[in-house]
Every structure is written in structure tokens, then in C-alpha cells.
């Protein structure tokens, strides 16, 4: 090693050992500093929509995109087995035919419907909605 290239490494070092000491420096002045602040009065935060819980204004979210999909069914499959289906395979559900499907909104099941076909395209037809006090206890 050559003694410019020695020379750089320990200006290097210096360097990081005085950014760390005036960090050091910094933190023990500010936690000074703010112990000696006056504490702010907190006020209570009250809904602006006299307190029934409902925003009054969903102008700002309505334009919020959702992922809304239909679960057919699901299964648990090994790996081993995973990696032996092909084209043309069969892969059993845990639903049984004609048994409603579920219907989500960012993985939240929100409704049941079923499967229906107009002008070419698939559809679903809602047949129930899951309330909002059957969403909570799902997740308890």
C-alpha cells in the first residue's frame, strides 16, 4: 500500500469518527433541548358531523380504485403435486357445485353471488350481502 493511498483511508476514517461524534453531539442537545420545551395543551378531537360516526363528505374517496374479485374455490395442494400438473389436469375444490361464490374487495369478503353470462362475458349476480357485523367477527 502506497502512503497517499494510506493517507486517504485514514482521512476516510477521521472523517466518519467526527460525523458520528457531532452526531453524538447533536442528539444529546436535542434531547436537552426538548425536555426543557413547555408542553403543548392537547385539545379534544370532536367529529365534524355532530358525532354519529358517518363522514358527511365521500366525494374524497369515491374515486378510490378497489380490487374487486370472485373466488370459485380454493384447495391445498403439495408442491410435489403442484409440479406435476399439466394441461388438460383437473384440480378438485373445497366448493361444491352450485354453492354460492365469495365475493371480495381487497381480499375483504364482502358478498356471495353466482356466475352468470350476458352478451358473452361473465358476470356475477350478488345474492348476498355479508354485513358489516359478520366482517368484524371474522377478523376477532
Known sequence: ????????????????????????NAEEEGATANS?????PLQDLQPENGGNGETTNLEAILDIPVSLSVEIGQTKI???NLL?????????????????????????LVAHGEIVVVN?????????????????????
Not at 502506497?2 to 453524538?24: F, P
Not at 426543557?36 to 403543548?40: H, K, M
Not at 394441461?87 to 373445497?94: D, P, Y
Not at 354485513?131 to 371474522?138: F, G, I, L
Open 84 to 108: 406435476q400438473l399439466n394441461q388438460g389436469s383437473v384440480v378438485e375444490l373445497e366448493r361444491l357445485a352450485g354453492e354460492p361464490l365469495d365475493v371480495k374487495v381487497n381480499t375483504t
Open 36 to 40: 426543557e420545551l413547555p408542553e403543548a
Open 120 to 140: 358473452e362475458k361473465y358476470g356475477i349476480r350478488l345474492t348476498d350481502i355479508v354485513s358489516a357485523q359478520e366482517r368484524v367477527k371474522k377478523l376477532q
Open 1 to 24: 500500500m502506497t502512503e497517499e493511498t494510506s493517507t486517504a483511508e485514514e482521512d476516510v476514517g477521521d472523517d466518519w469518527a467526527e460525523a458520528m461524534s457531532e452526531q453524538s
Open 78 to 80: 403439495s408442491i410435489k
